[in-house]
Every structure is written in structure tokens, then in C-alpha cells.
């Protein structure tokens, strides 16, 4: 059974930095699609930035691109997600998501594809 145990969410001020980590278990990180979703109170859940395994391509949001970078260490199969200049609309759950489809212009949501971690809370505030 896939499991995958997020971490490193906060409260951070605008500008700040967070680093969050996606732990992963049962099953191997370089051998999927991986990535972040976000989702915000009201709001539709995001694709925030993704993996492509099978070229090694990246994905990220224009609302997140330059700011945020997406890796994965294989030694320690976790997936990161670096998050710079931080703003408050950052603000939101976020989720990592394995199996779901990284394309080079987009990351989507769909019910019922892909598993996912708990969601590690995210508030960007002074």
C-alpha cells in the first residue's frame, strides 16, 4: 500500500522560506510521476510542481515559478519542495501526489487518480 507522510509545513512571514518534505514508502519515487497539489479555503486544489519520471522534467504553476523548486533525493525516496519568497496567497494545504500524469504545460486534478499524503498546512502571515 502506498504511503506518503508530508512535512515541514508552518507559519512563515511573507518573504520567508519553507521547505517541505514528502516520505515515501511501499514503492519506489523514481519509478512514478510525482508532484505538489495546493488547495486554499474556496479554492479549486492546484497543481503546484511536478516530476515527469520518465524524462525527468519539471512542472511548476506560473503562480510559483522562480519561487518554488521541486526535487527528489532516490537514497532517501523523498520528494521536496523548496518554497522561496513566500507571499500569503501561498497559503493552503498541501499535498504530494504519486501517479498522476506531469505534463511539460500542466499538472491536473481528477477524483479518483493518484494517492496521496495527509497535507501539510501551509500559512504565509505577519
Known amino acids: 500500500q502506498v504511503q506518503l507522510v508530508e512535512s515541514g509545513g508552518g507559519l512563515v512571514q511573507p518573504g520567508g522560506s519553507l521547505r517541505l518534505s514528502c516520505a515515501a514508502s511501499e514503492f519506489t519515487l523514481d519509478d512514478v510521476d510525482i508532484g505538489w497539489f495546493r488547495e486554499a479555503p474556496g479554492k479549486e486544489r492546484e497543481g503546484v510542481s511536478c516530476i515527469n519520471n520518465r524524462d525527468g522534467s519539471t512542472y511548476y504553476s506560473d503562480s510559483v515559478k522562480g519561487r518554488f523548486t521541486i526535487s527528489r533525493d532516490s537514497a532517501k525516496n523523498t520528494l521536496y519542495l523548496e518554497m522561496d519568497s513566500l507571499k500569503p496567497e501561498d497559503t493552503a494545504i498541501y499535498y504530494c501526489?504519486?501517479?498522476?500524469?506531469?505534463?511539460?504545460?500542466?499538472?491536473?486534478?481528477?477524483?479518483?487518480?493518484?494517492?496521496w499524503g495527509q497535507g501539510t498546512q501551509v500559512t504565509v502571515s505577519s
Open positions: 501526489a504519486v501517479d498522476i500524469p506531469c505534463y511539460r504545460n500542466g499538472y491536473y486534478y481528477a477524483v479518483d487518480i493518484g494517492s
